[in-house]
């Protein structure tokens, strides 16, 4: 029994196809994730730290995870409890307080940045 005989430019495009398919695959499973989670409110635990660490940012200029800031006009004491990464990342949806509009375009955006990760390695 031979062995099919591909040529260099054809395992090529099976990779690129095999690569498609699972980069789509797996935004598949994690965007059904995303829409059929249900978020409790308020936001707690790791979750809530960190969108208080991005709102207070946006809106105060204070890196905190004081979730009393949110919302109000009082400046919260700052820390270095967590790194800033993923607040940063987040920021932009953290201009108000959390709607489900804010937390659903964080959790697309999650769900986009972890899908694409898959390719990253090649």
Not at 23 to 32: A, D, E
Not at 87 to 102: D, N
């Amino acid at each position: 029994m031979s062995k099919p005989n591909f040529s260099p430019r054809e395992n090529s495009r099976l990779v690129i196809v095999a690569l498609l398919a699972i980069l789509l695959l797996g935004l598949h499973l994690r965007l059904t994730a995303v829409l059929g989670t249900e978020i409790e409110a308020p936001l707690r635990a790791d979750a809530g730290q960190y969108f208080a660490y991005a709102y207070n940012l946006a809106n105060h200029g204070v890196y905190s995870p004081d979730l009393k800031g949110i919302g109000s006009a009082t400046v919260p004491m700052p820390d270095h409890f967590r790194n800033p990464g993923y607040s940063l990342l987040i920021l932009p949806f953290a201009t108000r307080p959390p709607s489900e509009a804010s937390l659903l375009n964080i959790t697309l955006l999650q769900a986009l940045l972890s899908s694409a990760v898959i390719v990253l390695p090649v």
